[in-house]
């Protein structure tokens, strides 16, 4: 049993790194659930306070990573229209077959979106689109931090424990 967890553990640990990327999957929570996984296990002794404090960064990113974008937007003049069109998209950009089309899509999301609702004032569009990506982008690298750190919480008690686990 305890190879199982462990193994769901690490799976979630990397989804949880793609899912920090992705808009679709939350990232850091299923990271944290891979911590919880891995706590399960009859090896491993249940630490409160790492899992407590582990959780509360949990709530705390995943809170920022609804109100970061639409500040960047905001700050740049955006609107509501810009923020579901980079979310939209950054998930049509994922599923081209493009390099880095995920970057592009969610560029060319929010410029549309803009467009719909400021129809004749390009300037504004562009600079919005632009406010739009680089709060995604801010947004992209606090859970994509979290996730790698959680990854290194994982390894770490992994290694700690590894002779009783396998």
């Known amino acids: 049993m ?5 193994f ?6 990397l989804i949880g790194i793609a899912g920090s990327i992705l808009p679709v999957l939350p990232g850091a929570t ?18 409160y306070y790492l899992l407590g404090s582990t959780l509360f960064i949990v709530l705390t990113v995943t809170v920022l990573d609804y109100i970061i974008p639409s500040k960047g937007t905001k700050h740049f003049g ?11 998209g950054l998930v049509a ?23 719909v609702f400021n129809k004749s004032n390009i300037q504004a569009a562009l600079k919005a689109a632009t406010g739009s990506l680089i709060g995604f982008l801010i947004s992209i690298v606090f859970q994509f931090a979290v996730c790698l750190f959680y990854l ?15």
Do not use: R
């Open 8 to 13: 769901l553990g690490l799976l979630c640990m």
């Open 2 to 6: 305890d190879i199982l967890l462990l």
């Open 30 to 47: 299923i990271s944290w659930l891979g911590l919880l996984l891995l706590h399960f296990t009859s090896v491993v002794p249940f630490n």
């Open 152 to 166: 290194g919480l994982f390894i770490n008690i992994f290694w700690k424990y590894k002779e009783q686990l396998l």
């Open 93 to 115: 950009g994922f599923l081209l077959p493009i390099p880095l089309g995920f970057l592009l899509g969610a560029f060319i999301g929010g410029l549309v979106g803009e467009l």
């Open 78 to 88: 955006g609107s509501k229209y810009g923020i579901w069109g980079t979310n939209i």
